[in-house]
């Protein structure tokens, strides 16, 4: 069985920063790409930011700049380190990995946590 358990997330205030995780556990061979998406209320998910397998980076034009998509893959770990904050990133974040589990690959989710920027 394999999971993707997201942790960090929060109510911080405009300006302030946050970092999420998004850690793999189970009988995992290698973890390709991930992507942090989020969906805030009324909108459609938006992917925020990937990260490949070699480590090549993008992001949505809104986070440049202040948002960073990092991966420690000893660790099976992924992170989004948001700073700058601001009232619309107010979202629901959630991973997305495709994990390789022998000759195979699947694609997981993490639990979605609650991001929220507010005075």
């Known amino acids: 069985q394999v999971q993707l358990v997201q942790s960090g997330g929060g109510l911080v205030q405009p300006g302030g920063s946050l970092r999420l995780s998004c850690a793999a556990s189970?009988?995992?061979?290698?973890?390709?790409?991930v992507g942090w998406y989020r969906q805030a209320p009324g909108k459609q998910r938006e992917l925020v930011a990937p990260i490949t397998s070699a480590g090549n980076t993008n992001y949505t034009d809104s986070v440049k700049g202040r948002f960073t998509i990092s991966r420690d893959d000893a660790k099976n770990t992924v992170y989004l380190q948001m700073n700058s904050l601001k009232p619309e990133d107010t979202a629901v974040y959630s991973c997305?990995?495709?994990?390789?589990?022998?000759?195979?690959?699947?694609?997981?989710w993490g639990q979605g946590t609650q991001v929220t920027v507010s005075s």
């Open positions: 189970g009988s995992i061979s290698s973890i390709s790409g």
């Open positions: 997305n990995a495709e994990i390789r589990r022998g000759t195979a690959r699947y694609n997981y």
